[in-house]
């Protein structure tokens, strides 16, 4: 009994090992959202191979879900092009955390300026955005470069923050500036 707890122990132990991030990987993980960012700050997608894998997939503010490097291209282009002509993107700082060997997920605030949907122009009734989006990302290790494999934005609802049942613990874009008030739940 003894020894199979103890075998247990160091399985676990171990499996913790391997989803720790090295400096190296971590710099580099943060160096491809960089790149993704950069592109929503100057609205020009071209570049879009150099962080992405070819099967990346998004998932939109509104629920729209593209697929595949063309599309997500594509997608981001049109919507940046119209919707977001103008628009001001400042990412907050990314948080990393590795799940398994060469994968990890990243975690990041992202202030959107004021747009208006669906065509770019202010009707008086369409104005959305000048808040913060949360964003979750997969980034894949591939032939030695950190790629994004899978993206998700969510708008964050300022009115809801007073219902969360986790309270001050959860994360927040005034307190991720200060890594030392984000209690780490890993």
């Known amino acids: 009994m003894k020894t199979c707890l103890l075998s247990l122990g160091l399985l676990l132990a171990a499996g913790r090992a391997l989803a720790q991030t090295p400096a190296a990987d971590e710099a580099a993980i943060r160096q491809a959202v960089a790149r993704m960012t950069t592109n929503w700050q ?25 697929r595949g490097r063309a599309q997500v291209q594509q997608a981001h282009q049109q919507i940046f092009d119209i919707i977001f002509k103008g628009v001001e993107f400042t990412p907050g700082p990314p948080t990393v955390r590795a799940i398994a060997p060469g994968v990890a997920v990243v975690n990041m605030y992202c202030h959107v300026g004021a747009f208006y949907p669906p065509d770019g122009i202010d009707h008086g009734t369409n104005k ?3 808040d913060d989006d949360l964003l979750t990302l997969v980034l894949v290790k591939r032939q030695g470069h950190w790629l994004l494999s899978a993206g998700q ?7 809801a923050a007073t219902n969360n049942p ?11 500036a200060d890594p030392a008030k984000i209690a780490d739940q890993h």
Request: aromatic residues 10%; proline residues 7%; glycine residues 6%.
């Open 153 to 159: 934005n969510t708008v964050v609802r300022a009115s």
């Open 128 to 130: 959305e955005g000048d």
């Open 166 to 176: 986790i309270g001050q613990a959860c994360p927040t874009p005034a307190n991720l």
């Open 42 to 66: 100057n609205h020009q997608f071209a570049d879009m191979a150099a962080y992405t894998t070819p099967d990346v997939s998004w998932v939109n503010i509104v629920g729209m879900w593209w």
